[in-house]
């Protein structure tokens, strides 16, 4: 059914004087956004600069006006497509949408009651005119806009208009949830953001060089279908963190002079709970050895806390860096 729908629609799109301009096109006009973005991005590395010992980014006059020219064209070739692809492929996406939306429903019908008899019901065919709005809502959620009472009349007419806006608005959700029409979407965003902000954000488009490998997409993949597993690691890793955090605050707590030479240590460097959190977050999960990396040292003469200091090190290192950190990355 999808592939018939697939075939009504392009028929239907060749039929109205866009046959010029095909699936081939769209490609190649992808290929020419990426190249404007890799040309803008080239400008910027050859041409960004810092203003003498301030902070502040400055960019020749040539070089913003090429970008801003290339920028244009990104602009308005990215809206095209968008145009473009959300005319051609939402009615499928939409289409789609309502079989796997009905599919879901005849499988909580079945579940229910253990047979087909849910589905197939015997009901009389009412004309949608004669039903409260509430009525023909309820056949429209169960039985999609190509329910029979909704074509008694030889076109689709929902009979009130809350029907109607609830169909519209439920498309609305299924266009929106596809993955292909946020990614258009964000790509629009950006180039305009781009445009009118900061070209930095031209920089996010070469990221569309995921689309384009299929090893690249098995990793997206894979990220994707883990999502759950990798957010609740995450998730444990940080709890963990602060766990120590909260350890090292109240037991170690002059130990956290962090280096910041090979002779000069800050005194303040976890003068509160919420510091030392970050601290640990910050500095001990990017560190190979863990926080241990960079707290000042305690020698074996401080007996009181040089064993409970090799446990916190040690335990942490073996937690948070080697099986936490590993299980995520």
């Given at each position: ?134 009525e023909g809502r309820r056949i429209l959620r169960e ?64 990221l569309d060089v995921m689309t384009r490998f299929s ?115």
């Open positions: 059914p999808i592939m018939i729908n697939e075939m009504e629609y392009m028929s239907n799109f060749m039929g109205k004087g866009l046959q010029k301009v095909g699936l081939d096109s769209i490609r190649w006009i992808r290929y020419v956004i990426i190249t404007l973005s890799v040309i803008i991005n080239i400008i910027m590395v050859l041409d960004l600069r810092l203003e003498g010992a301030q902070t502040r980014v400055l960019i020749s006059d040539e070089a913003d006006a090429s970008v801003k020219t290339f920028g244009a064209f990104h602009m308005l070739l990215s809206t095209w497509l968008l145009g473009f692809m959300l005319y051609f492929r939402v009615p499928l996406i939409i289409h789609k949408g309502w079989d796997d939306r009905l599919q879901r429903s005849r499988n909580r019908k079945i579940k229910k009651n253990g047979d087909f008899s849910a589905i197939f019901e015997n009901e009389d065919i009412i004309p949608i005119e004669q039903l409260e709005a509430s039985k999609g806009p190509a329910a029979k009472e909704f074509w008694l009349q030889g076109k689709r007419n929902f009979g009130s208009l809350l029907t109607k806006l609830d169909y519209y608005w439920i498309g609305l959700n299924i266009a929106i949830s596809s993955s292909e029409v946020q990614y258009l979407l964000g790509w629009t965003i950006l180039s305009y953001l781009g445009m009118f902000m900061t070209p930095l954000f031209y920089a996010f488009h070469m090893t690249l997409q098995n990793v997206v993949l894979a990220m994707k279908m883990n999502k759950k597993s990798l957010g609740s690691t995450a998730l444990l890793c940080v709890l963990f963190t602060y766990l120590y955090s909260l350890f090292g605050f109240y037991y170690f707590n002059g130990a956290f002079h962090i280096n910041l030479s090979s002779t000069d240590f800050t005194d303040d460097a976890c003068g509160n709970l919420w510091d030392c959190y970050l601290l640990n977050l910050n500095l001990g999960i990017r560190s190979g050895g863990g926080i241990a990396d960079h707290l000042k040292q305690i020698s074996n003469t401080e007996r009181s806390q040089h064993t409970s200091r090799i446990i916190y090190d040690l335990t942490y290192f073996a937690v948070i860096i080697l099986i936490l950190l590993n299980i995520v990355f």
